[in-house]
């Protein structure tokens, strides 16, 4: 009998891995801590266990990853990895490209609505990591520069609907200038093809919303084949190279943004995928007998969710999250653009995180058809408005300082939906 996914030790080890991480990656892991935990969130959500962390669990998560904003730092703005270093030592604070994506897609995952993200912040702290020659470097301190950054600065810029803080067309050069004499991408000018920086490059592109309009058809066509080109059995990531779990994902994904996944041999790669799987603690190790580890257990599974394996989630091959939680990011989108018109005319809106502690002057609340009010509002004063659709999930806050915009802003949401209602306790 073939093997199959061994679904409930997988979800297992990634609790365990979110529970009680082991010494031997508590100190080697530090500086990626983030990263490890997006692993273990975002590989439940792959599985479809991810209520199995319970509400309090994913509201401690939350917290924590919000935690380790930087904030106000100007160029030092960003995620960090960890809280190892105190809030109260501003001075070594610093943000890191690859950790605000993996901090901003697991809050992404885990249902927030980024209200308390410092979309300015982050924003100037990305564009300042920017090189001349268009790449990306992981911290404004000093560090590497290289095509994975770029591709970090791209998923950031998507998630926060901003792409003020990336010189596109530099980015774009630097991509096209990373294609190597084979055809695929390399981490930057002059280096070798790589699955991975192939994946950075093409998802860039792909999120850019440029993939088809910077790279001629030849230049399609050779990329294509160069990535269908690394499956034996399962995919390897430079001509040469064995088979490696992650790589069904990085090379799989970028077959997929091609639109050429389906010329890849899908049973060769299941079966090579299945056969890394740790059948006694759970997880997927790099290559067949070898030990599990965050990164391949989560990127095994991804790899499987291409390939349309049942019962797990549909992965947003580009962004590296599922598909759910790409669609609760277009709905915050979606909310938060439906009240643009506030935010860029005549009203000023501030986001700012909420406040209950006697100062909230007036609180909204729309819960799918409802608005209704905590306390009345009568002079114009600075209020809070908090909005909420789909009962809990979406959050919205914003510091308000006009009370006519009150009124406007609830025949608008009044005129968009019809099945408004008046509560008791409303204003309106
Ligand atoms: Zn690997």
């Not at 860029?344 to 729309?366: A, D």
Request: proline share 4%.
């Amino acid at each position: 009998m073939p093997p199959q996914l061994a679904k409930q030790k997988h979800a297992r080890y990634f609790q365990r891995l979110l529970q009680i991480m082991p010494n031997s990656y508590a100190a080697e892991f530090d500086c990626s801590r983030l990263a490890v935990a997006f692993f273990a969130i975002s590989g439940l959500d792959v599985l479809n266990c991810l209520n199995d962390l319970g509400e309090e669990t994913k509201l401690d998560a939350i917290n924590w990853i919000y935690r380790l904003q930087v904030t106000g730092a100007g160029p030092r703005s960003g995620f960090q990895p960890s809280t190892t270093i105190p809030k109260d030592t501003p001075k070594y604070q610093c943000g890191h490209l690859a950790m605000t994506y993996v901090g901003l897609v697991t809050l992404l995952i885990l249902g927030d609505d980024l209200s308390r993200v410092d979309k300015k912040s982050i924003i100037e702290g990305m564009r300042a990591c920017q090189n001349p020659d268009g790449s990306f470097t992981a911290v404004i301190i000093g560090c590497e520069s290289d095509m994975r950054f770029l591709y970090c600065a791209c998923c950031i810029s998507i998630i926060l609907n901003d792409w003020s803080g990336i010189d596109k067309t530099k980015a774009i050069d630097y991509i096209l200038r990373s294609i190597s004499y084979d055809g695929a991408m390399g981490q930057g000018p002059g280096l070798e093809s790589h699955g991975g920086s192939t994946f950075c490059a093409v998802a860039s592109l792909f999120l850019m919303n440029e993939l088809h309009n910077v790279l001629t058809n030849d230049q399609l066509n050779r990329l294509k084949r160069w990535c269908l080109m690394r499956q034996d059995s399962g995919f390897h990531g430079r001509p040469g190279k064995s088979s490696d779990t992650c790589y069904s994902f990085w090379v799989g994904a970028t077959l997929q943004m091609l639109d050429v996944n389906k010329l890849s041999d899908p049973e060769e790669n299941r079966a090579f995928l299945l056969e890394t799987q740790d059948n006694v603690v759970g997880g997927f190790g790099k290559f067949v007998d070898c030990l599990p580890d965050p990164l391949h257990t989560y990127l095994g599974l991804c790899g499987l969710s291409l390939l349309g394996e049942a019962g797990l989630c549909i992965m947003n091959a580009a962004l590296n999250t599922s598909d759910r939680a790409y669609k609760h990011l277009l709905k915050i989108h979606e909310f938060l653009q439906s009240y643009k018109v506030f935010a860029t005319t005549e009203y000023h809106i501030k986001r700012t995180e909420l406040k209950y502690k006697g100062k909230l002057m007036f609180f909204v609340s729309y819960y799918g058809s409802y608005l209704y009010s905590s306390h009345r509002f009568s002079v114009p004063r600075t209020v809070i408005l908090k909005t909420s659709i789909n009962e809990n999930i979406m959050i919205l806050k914003y510091v308000i300082n006009c009370s006519v915009l009150m009124k406007t802003l609830v025949e608008h949401v009044s005129k968009a939906h019809t099945g408004y209602k008046r509560k008791p306790n409303s204003i309106i």
